[in-house]
């Protein structure tokens, strides 16, 4: 499928006069389907289309750049399509605009979803091992703790939405040999602890429960993917969720259910977390 058409429609109709009067979202979820069928060759085309929009002083152009990116470049590959048409061409490129930017929520957000969906799309390709403590510092960042009596938050002001895609990219990074990104999740868990308890109620409640809901969802999605499936894409062996780390993940994440009952407002997502983790 040419992937030229849909570009030049998708741009009248989200950055120019939109003549049509068609309705922006509504393109934006049809190319997010239609991407798939891209040839290979699309990826390059696609990156040489939109890298003169590249400015990080300038987050409006910035924000073009990633929402055009993440929009259409094609991200469901194997490995060895990855290696020569996909990732290999503009992940070095991302992961310094990622490591770049800091309290910006406008586009570094797009980067996190974009790097989430690799990570699910095609586990095992990319080694996060060396940017974990990146990664995590980010992550945590993201759920607005609350300081001072929960009147200051201590955040990047993302909360609500960016959570989400980092409770995912941190599902799909377990596995394999290497137990860090397990390590780190452990000490987020830790660091979070003390936050879900009802004295310490605050602005950051919401975004925690959203981030528990996210992660043991996820981690259900990602276990009928892997184990209940019969066709399943790009399954990898050696990065397969293992039975010892699936447990050792609920025992972690389980304890820190339970003070979120004694909250003075119950949330829709704690019966689902703890039908999850049962």
């Not at 068609?22 to 990826?43: C, W």
Request: proline content about 4%.
């Amino acid at each position: 499928l040419p992937w030229r058409p849909i570009y030049d429609l998708y741009i009248d109709v989200v950055y120019k006069r939109n003549a049509r009067c068609l309705d922006g979202a509504n393109i934006r979820t049809a190319v997010l389907s239609a991407k798939e069928l891209f040839p290979l060759s699309a990826t390059q085309e696609i990156l040489d289309e939109i890298r003169p929009l590249i400015d990080v002083w300038n987050d409006y152009a910035m924000e073009k750049f990633v929402s055009l990116f993440s929009a259409f470049v094609p991200l469901k590959m194997s490995h060895a399509e990855h290696a020569k048409y996909g990732a290999a061409l503009w992940f070095e490129e991302m992961w310094y605009f990622y490591n770049f930017v800091e309290m910006n929520s406008s586009w570094e957000t797009r980067i996190q979803h974009i790097f989430s969906a690799i990570t699910e799309y095609c586990p095992g390709y990319i080694d996060w091992t060396p940017k974990l403590t990146i990664i995590f510092s980010k992550l945590l960042r993201t759920l607005n703790l609350s300081v001072r009596r929960s009147k200051v938050a201590v955040g990047d002001g993302a909360g609500m939405g960016s959570e989400t895609s980092g409770a995912e990219w941190i599902v799909w990074m377990l596995g394999g040999e290497n137990k860090s990104a397990h390590e780190c999740f452990e000490r987020l868990i830790e660091c979070v602890e003390s936050y879900l308890h009802p004295l310490h109620e605050g602005v950051h409640t919401p975004t925690l429960q959203s981030f528990l809901d996210s992660l043991v969802a996820e981690m259900v999605a990602r276990v009928r993917t892997e184990r209940v499936r019969m066709k399943t894409r790009n399954k990898v062996d050696c990065a397969v969720l293992s039975k010892k780390l699936l447990y050792c993940s609920v025992l972690a994440v389980n304890p820190k259910r339970k003070p979120s009952f004694y909250v003075s407002k119950i949330f829709s997502t704690i019966p689902l977390i703890s039908h999850c983790l049962l």
